[in-house]
């Protein structure tokens, strides 16, 4: 074997050789922005100087010839540079307003589509799944494929409200994030015990520590050191499942699809907020998950002919009221939704302040 | 030629139709001529046959650093033990920081794609992911280590996992953005790449984040992803270019200033008066709407939501005496439930060498007080949530401040032997800050 190294540890490298030249002559001195259709910005700088953003959508987990696709476009059809946003749609900017046409017209005849932008429902943030996770309940590329697709003209129209932004998650630790519609795995049933194997493989004290509702205590089980769950107190959360993995939470049939929706961390007009649950009980069917992109649909359908100008789905939910939401959509309302963690008394309306 | 079969996939194949680019074409794509990917297809169809997942983790590293790998091996074995995808058995992810603000360069996507297919990657790349890595998807044990040599030969170094600081992200901000009140991307080196052992190897309770967001739009989710959000904002008044202020009046009209701005103003900051009644003071923002009536924002009650900027775009803009405002305990759903981050500097200035010192020091503070007080895999907010955000502000020698709370406490159980004593640190800090 060759000799290894130590490594160079740079860091997070600088982003000015990678950026486009009048961004970086005008760096930190924009003036202006406009939002000349979906899909497209207009940026101008106090100089005068002027950039134009093409926003494309892409599948995030790419491979390279798809890479390089984008990267021949940026040359040929853009000035070469590109950015990524949060939500894994690409960026193409240009300072010449008459490549804005051609560049759309090649990314579509590519197929990546264009919007994205101001009060669409944009790409949705998602994690990894049965692609590459160590847990999951579900997978994610394949739940945002099928759904993107269902939610195609909403990526390329701006006919919301206001920015929708989504996110999923292949279990309930949420990586994908807060969002104005959250898709998250709701386990339904205990954790399975391997008691074979949690003597070798678990940390049993860091496993019982991790459980939220105390449930897990050690305990020996055919002679053998394991932990047991008290199903009772068990909230099926998973917790427990990472750091133990002879603890199998996921399960084909039980763990169940949850929808949550209102979180939004900007800061306009209401303080952040997080997402808080409507549906629960959808079945995990894959490969295009036809019962959530359901459920999906009519919240989106029911905000954009309800909402006003300018309302983040929780504005629009806090102007008509948590009542009117299970009314407009037709979502059961249970006794799921009253919150009964801790700290839960803050989401009881104690007040009588009801609409009728 | 790929070494390995192409399997069927029934299933995966329905996600190959439909107007969104498919993922599932990319990696058929790959699998023509690579046998890891053939076998992670299989793999993979198999997960949606089943519904369960198949990976499972394990200890791979680089020569140097504890973390930045994710392992992956399968379980899904024959009785023998022989993994029934042979050449997906090790199927890991480099996670790699990409340059703050995520630009890039037709070559340099290019050269990154050359580096990790010459290396025996499997050609699968994604952009990027939620901490915001790029993730080099698919490489077994062997693999991994000239991968990574070529990725750092040109610039690039393993970002976070574990028990670690982790990869950071900031908004495009000064590059491209007009709200943008501070250096983003210099905010994210100083701090990050002065941390780096943090990161490389992990030694931390629980993983540590942090996230730069150029305004209160917080485009990097700073306050819900982020242990420490430095968010950008400014002290003075909202400056104001009256021509473009008309521009959006002359399209829009009265019902839209007023339905779209004025009413959806938190504060009620907002009015629109007669020219001739305009209070001109010290903290008005003016804009005469060039029909007798003018828009006045009080900005001693702007809270810095952004709202009337984002509807009028280079009308309004943040004023010119810009800063940051810190918040610390953002975080998901394990233990205790969601947590947002909450403030605890108000406010300091971010322009000079020695600011963005301060902010070393900052974030090297509440590193060590994490790494010193909490328990293990225990996050920031959890920990504060714990020990009470006074308790945390004391440890990091930082002065309460009325803005750190939605409202002072309700309850009596509190005990005030030295209630004088905080009286004359409140008075102390108000002279320091006068």
């Known amino acids: 074997m060759a000799e290894l190294r130590p490594p160079i540890e740079s860091g997070a490298p600088d982003p000015m050789p990678y950026m486009h030249p009048v961004m970086v002559k005008n760096y930190g001195k924009w003036s202006f922005h406009s939002h000349p259709k979906p899909g497209v910005l207009y940026h101008r700088a106090e100089s005068g100087d002027e950039i134009w953003t093409v926003k494309a959508g892409t599948q995030r987990q790419m491979d390279h010839y798809t890479i390089r696709e984008l990267a021949d476009i940026a040359d040929q059809y853009g000035d070469g540079f590109v950015r990524f946003t949060a939500r894994s749609n690409i960026e193409y900017m240009v300072a010449d307003g008459s490549k804005v046409e051609p560049l759309i017209k090649a990314l579509n005849d590519k197929g990546y589509p264009i919007g994205g932008t101001a009060n669409s429902v944009s790409m949705i943030a998602h994690t990894q799944g049965w692609l590459h996770c160590d847990i999951p309940g579900t997978d994610a590329s394949g739940v945002v494929k099928a759904l993107m697709d269902e939610l195609y003209d909403d990526f390329v129209k701006c006919e919301m409200p206001n920015r929708v932004k989504m996110s999923t998650s292949c279990c309930e630790i949420n990586c994908g994030g807060q969002a104005d519609i959250a898709i998250i795995v709701q386990h339904t049933k205990p954790p399975k015990i391997n008691h074979d194997l949690v003597a070798n493989v678990c940390e049993r004290p860091s496993v019982v520590a991790r459980c939220p509702v105390a449930a897990i205590r050690p305990a020996l089980v055919n002679g053998k050191p394991s932990l047991e769950v008290d199903e009772k107190k068990c909230i099926c959360c998973g917790a427990c499942f990472p750091p133990c993995p002879p603890m199998q939470i996921n399960d084909p049939e039980h763990s169940k699809i949850a929808i949550w929706v209102g979180g939004k961390n900007s800061n306009a007009r209401s303080k952040p907020t997080f997402h808080k649950l409507v549906a629960a009980g959808l079945p995990n069917n894959a490969p295009r998950w036809p019962e959530v992109a359901e459920v999906v649909k009519k919240i989106l359908a029911t905000y954009k002919a309800d909402g006003k100008p300018w309302e983040r789905m929780i504005d629009w939910i806090d102007r008509i009221g948590w009542p009117a939401f299970f009314e407009k959509t037709g979502l059961p309302f249970t006794k799921y939704h009253i919150d009964n963690w801790r700290g839960g008394r803050a989401n009881l309306n104690a007040s009588a302040h009801i609409r009728f | ?434």
């Open chain 2, 1 to 434: 030629m790929s070494t390995r079969p192409l399997y069927d996939t029934p299933m995966l194949d329905q996600l190959e139709s439909g107007p969104w680019p498919s993922f599932v074409t990319g990696l058929k794509r790959l699998a023509k001529d690579n046998g890891m990917m053939a076998d992670l297809i299989g793999q993979l169809e198999t997960s949606y046959e089943t519904r369960k997942g198949f990976w499972k983790g394990g200890t791979v590293g680089v020569f140097g650093y504890g973390g930045g790998i994710i392992p992956r091996f399968t379980e899904l074995k024959d009785k023998s033990g022989k993994p029934l995808f042979p050449e997906a058995a090790e199927f890991h992810t480099l996670r790699v920081q990409p340059p703050a603000g995520m630009h890039y360069t037709s070559d340099l996507l290019r050269k990154l794609c050359d580096v990790w297919v010459d290396n025996g990657g499997s050609g699968l790349i994604a952009f990027h992911g939620q901490s915001g890595d790029i993730m080099f998807q698919g490489v077994s044990s062997e693999n991994v280590q000239a991968v990574f040599n070529g990725l750092n030969e040109i610039g690039f170094d393993l970002g976070g996992a574990g028990p670690a600081l982790r990869t950071s992200m900031s908004c495009v901000g000064s590059a491209r953005c007009e709200m943008s009140c501070f250096d983003e991307a210099r905010a994210l080196r100083t701090v990050i790449n002065n941390n780096l052992d943090d990161m490389h190897r992990p030694s931390l309770p629980y993983k540590f984040k942090f996230k730069f967001s150029g305004c209160p739009n917080d485009c990097v989710n700073a306050i819900q992803r982020s242990d420490m959000a430095t968010i950008g904002t400014w002290r003075d008044n909202i400056r104001v270019n009256e021509a473009l202020v008309q521009d959006y009046y002359k399209v829009h009209g009265m019902h839209d200033l007023y339905n779209d701005v004025v009413g959806r103003c938190p504060t009620k900051a907002i009015t629109v008066v007669p020219e001739d009644q305009v209070r001109v003071d010290a903290h008005t923002s003016v804009a005469k709407l060039g029909d007798g009536n003018a828009l006045c924002i009080d900005n001693k009650n702007c809270v810095r939501c952004m709202h009337c900027l984002n509807v009028i775009p280079g009308g309004l803009l943040p004023g010119n005496d810009k800063g940051v405002s810190i918040l610390v305990g953002g975080k998901g759903v394990l233990k205790i439930g969601a947590t947002m981050g909450s403030v605890i500097i108000p406010f300091m200035k971010l322009e000079t060498d020695e600011d963005f010192e301060k902010l070393n020091e900052l974030a090297r503070n509440i590193l060590d007080f994490f790494a010193e007080n909490a328990l293990d895999h225990e996050r920031t907010g959890e920990m504060i949530e714990r020990i009470g955000l006074s308790n945390f502000l004391e440890g990091m020698d930082i002065p309460v401040d009325p803005n750190m709370i939605k409202e002072p406490r309700s309850n009596p159980y509190f005990r005030s032997d030295d209630w004088d004593e905080q009286v004359a640190k409140w008075v102390e800090y108000r002279q320091q800050a006068a």
